[in-house]
């Protein structure tokens, strides 16, 4: 019995111990519930102040994108009314260059029917006519030139022979392909127009001028030019009226020296042709091909004897046949428009047989 009652009163303590240690958990578990409790309530306030922040920064990015693009619309507007305002400088420049040009020619108009009704007196103010002629006719080709250098677009011009549009694809298309294929251009160039020659046809295709963005661009594609050697496609520089033809009487002059040695080096440089190092130049005046220094020579001597006539003339005073003047003057402003049958297109189409080659510069190489 003393036993029973031992045991138990063992048993007892052990229950009521393990009731303070239950107890001892439970309280613990109560400070660690609190504990996370207030974790979970700083997590929430954490949580509130980031989404505070987040909207925060979301209402300063809108604000900024607001300000950048206020400020874009403000800046395209000053360029647009910039380039209006160029616009119409270069347009009112152009216009006003032109009225000389057509005042010039209304003076030489002039002057020539004062001629014809003033014979008797032609001998005495020939040589004035001839200066004022030649002098229009330098300040008309002046002005043309100035007209040419003036437009930017014609400046970045390049104009490809012997392109033919493949089906789908426009000409400007056409031109990109050639870009990237053919001349290995590794770069976008920026195209701002693409015209076809009015109803011109070089060997079944049409010229196509293209206007590049930058002088840099042209600069490079004409360089690259040289890899279409052996293709029935030619690139050349948008030249001058003037210039064209000049070329292309030097081009046939230099066909008959290549034919005539073809170990000679020749070299086509704007309006100027090469043999080894010698320059020449196509004189209008003899409507021949000649070394530059001839040329100089030539045009001293006019002058001398020019001022030989007028000193004689005037002392003199006699009356002389009617001497005709021929009108040298272009009238025509359009620098794009290539006749069916002029020297350029010639010259075009015997290029593109011979295969002529142009570097960065506008020099043709003959060999």
Not at 124 to 135: E, W
Not at 200 to 211: A, F
Not at 310 to 316: D, G, P
Request: aromatic share 4%; with cysteine; glycine share 2%.
């Amino acid at each position: 019995m003393v036993l029973e009652k031992a045991r138990l009163k063992d048993i007892v303590d052990n229950l009521d111990k393990e009731d303070k240690d239950i107890l001892n958990i439970v309280t613990n578990l109560k400070m660690e519930v609190d504990t996370v409790k207030e974790h979970v309530s700083d997590l929430g306030k954490t949580r509130d102040e980031h989404l505070h922040l987040i909207t925060q920064i979301k209402d300063d990015i809108s604000t900024v994108r607001k300000e950048i693009k206020d400020e874009a619309s403000v800046q395209e507007r000053h360029l647009e009314n910039q380039e209006a305002a160029l616009k119409a400088e270069i347009k009112d420049l152009k216009e006003s260059t032109e009225n000389a040009i057509n005042s010039l020619q209304n003076e030489f108009v002039g002057i020539r029917s004062s001629v014809k009704s003033s014979a008797d007196k032609m001998e005495t103010i020939s040589a004035d006519i001839t200066n004022k002629v030649q002098y229009i006719d330098t300040v008309v080709e002046s002005l043309k030139e100035d007209i040419w250098e003036l437009d930017s677009a014609n400046r970045n011009n390049v104009i490809f022979y012997g392109v033919k549009e493949e089906s789908g694809m426009n000409a400007e298309q056409t031109i990109r392909q050639i870009f990237k294929t053919q001349l290995n251009l590794g770069r976008d160039i920026v195209i701002t127009r693409v015209k076809k020659g009015k109803g011109v046809t070089i060997r079944g295709t049409q010229p196509i001028t293209v206007c590049l963005q930058t002088f840099k661009d042209k600069m490079e594609v004409l360089a690259k030019s040289k890899l279409l050697r052996g293709t029935n496609i030619m690139v050349t520089e948008d030249f001058p009226r003037r210039i064209q033809e000049h070329r292309a009487e030097l081009t046939k002059f230099a066909k008959e020296v290549k034919k005539a040695n073809p170990d000679v080096r020749l070299s086509l440089q704007y309006d100027r042709l090469y043999v080894e190092s010698e320059p020449y130049i196509y004189n209008e005046e003899t409507n021949s091909v000649e070394a530059v220094e001839h040329c100089e020579e030539v045009a001293l001597q006019n002058r001398s004897a020019l001022a030989r006539k007028i000193y004689q003339t005037r002392k003199c005073n006699k009356s002389s046949p009617r001497r005709r003047v021929r009108k040298s003057i272009s009238t025509d402003t359009d620098f794009q428009n290539y006749q069916q049958n002029s020297p350029h297109k010639r010259m075009v189409e015997d290029e593109l047989s011979d295969h002529i080659d142009y570097d960065e510069h506008g020099i043709d190489d003959f060999d």
